[in-house]
Structures are given as C-alpha cells and as structure tokens.
T-cell receptor, first 113, second 112 residues
Framework: GQQVMQIPQYQHVQEGEDFTTYCNSS?????IQWYKQRPGGHPVFLIQ?????EVKKQKRLTFQFGEAKKNSSLHITATQTTDVGTYFC?????????????FGPGTRLSVLP | DAGITQSPRHKVTETGTPVTLRCHQT?????MYWYRQDPGHGLRLIHY???????DKGEVSDGYSVSRSKTEDFLLTLESATSSQTSVYFC???????????FGPGTRLTVL
C-alpha cells in the first residue's frame, strides 16, 4: 500500500536557525496536507497543496509540492520557540476515496532559546 | 477550533474487555475519521465514515468496529481490547468542500 516517509525524525535547532522537513511518498499524490501538533495537543491543519510544483507561504513557513507530486517540503525561516512541535505531512492518492490521507511519521522540532 | 469532542479523554481497561470511544461534532460535517497515534508511526487511519451508516475500513482496522447512526456521532468499539491497542485515539472531521481535517482532543487508552 501507499507509504509516506518523512525525514528527519527529530531536529534540534537554535532559535533563529532555519528548519526543513521532507516528505516522500511511494506513489504519486493527488494532493498533500501539512499538520502541526504541539506536545500534548492534537494535529492542526496548516495547508494543502494540490498542483505540481506548487509553492505556498504562510509568514515564515514555506511549503513546496514536487514536480512529480511524490514529495513535499516544509521550510521554516528563523525558528521561534512557538514553532516547537511535530510536523506531519499527509498524502492522498487517486486510489483513495479522495477524502482519506496517509500520514507520515512526523518530524519533531525542538527549538532551543 | 471546530466543535468536536471525544469521550472519555482517558481510559484504563483490562485485556479482553470491550471499550467504546465516542466522537461528537457540532459542525454537521459529512466525513468523520478515527485514527490511532503511536510513537514512530504518526497517525494511522482505523475507520472512516462518509455519511450516516456509511463506513469503511482504514489501514489498521483489525480489532475495531465503528458505527454512525447520526451525523454528529461516530463511535469506535474495541470488541475485546488487547495491549497492542494501547494508544492515543484521535477523531477527525472534514467538510463537504474542503479536505481540511479538524481533530478532536484525543483519547488516551491504556489496556493492561
């Protein structure tokens, strides 16, 4: 079945440094979503990418969808302590009902002040 | 946050006992999901529903059943709990026009 992988599993950065997490799917995706989960909390939707090569920005966060629609990345510029949490990508394929996503294992980000 | 609640929030039970977790939404969203979250595995889909009495299996459905008799409620049942079902369970909803999923606060289940 479809597999979604993320690297790195953990990332420790100093406040102000940049951070990137990468998401790779074993199959071509129709769209991909990104979520953030704070420690002890629930996942919160960040963004959805649909088009090949799409780039979206949310303040210090930049999201990219690969040309082949099999990979994606999330880049945070100048991290802050409020960025701490686990970032998950979730990919959907055309074989799915269209509303179901396979989540990656997540990248846990720690930001040292 | 979307109007989605889960009950109970914490439960400790013994192997072999039945357990039912409840997800309740006030958003009138069509789609509802049950996930489990375990270290190193992210979120794995157990079952989902695309309408009242319309449900289907996810990737880790063995040992679980669901029911949806009303739009607002989605129940997850462990017929005979096992220690491997110790996990945090999240319910999620999504709307008709958007794939964005809104997650509930989660239920931490421990099976001894």
């Amino acid at each position: 079945g479809q597999q979604v992988m993320q690297i790195p599993q953990y990332q420790h950065v100093q406040e102000g440094e940049d951070f990137t997490t990468y998401c790779n799917s074993s199959t071509t995706l129709s769209n991909i979503q990104w979520y953030k989960q704070r420690p002890g909390g629930h996942p919160v939707f960040l963004i959805q990418l649909v088009k090949s090569g799409e780039v979206k920005k949310q303040k210090r966060l930049t999201f990219q969808f690969g040309e082949a629609k099999k990979n994606s990345s999330l880049h945070i510029t100048a991290t802050q302590t409020t960025d701490v949490g686990t970032y998950f990508c979730a990919g959907a394929t055309r074989d799915n009902y269209g509303q179901n996503f396979v989540f990656g294992p997540g990248t846990r980000l720690s930001v040292l002040p | 946050d979307a109007g989605i609640t889960q009950s109970p929030r914490h439960k400790v039970t013994e192997t072999g006992t039945p357990v039912t977790l409840r997800c309740h939404q006030t958003e009138n969203h069509r789609y509802m999901y049950w996930y489990r979250q375990d270290p190193g595995h992210g979120l794995r889909l157990i079952h989902y529903s695309y309408g009242v009495k319309d449900t289907d299996k996810g990737e880790v459905s063995d040992g679980y059943s669901v029911s949806r008799s009303k739009t607002e409620d989605f129940l997850l049942t462990l017929e005979s709990a096992t220690s491997s079902q110790t996990s945090v369970y999240f319910c999620a909803i999504s709307g008709r026009y958007s794939n964005e999923q809104f997650f509930g606060p989660g239920t931490r289940l421990t099976v001894l």
